[in-house]
């Protein structure tokens, strides 16, 4: 998977958790530190994004707290490859 289809799935499955979001986020993004997602967000969110990929993302657990999308793009792209 490309970092252009990873970003994409990120959308995706962050639009699934919150609402539209496209055109919003970047690489740059933390999705908590701007208050896109809180505590119970981010779980559902990386449900939906293992969901939509189907894969568990092993570097991502129960106290995964880096929701850089540039970090979780490296994660998504690693594990597809």
Request: negative net charge; charged residues 30%.
């Amino acid at each position: 998977m490309t970092r252009e289809e990873a970003l994409t799935a990120i959308t995706k499955a962050l639009t699934a958790t919150v609402g539209d979001v496209d055109g919003t986020i970047g690489e740059d993004t933390n999705l908590v530190d701007e208050g896109m997602l809180d505590s119970l967000d981010s779980m559902t969110f990386l449900f939906e994004l293992e969901n939509d990929l189907g894969l568990k993302l092993e570097a991502i657990d129960e106290t995964y707290e880096d929701f850089r999308v540039g970090s979780i793009v490296d994660i998504v792209v690693a594990a597809t490859s």
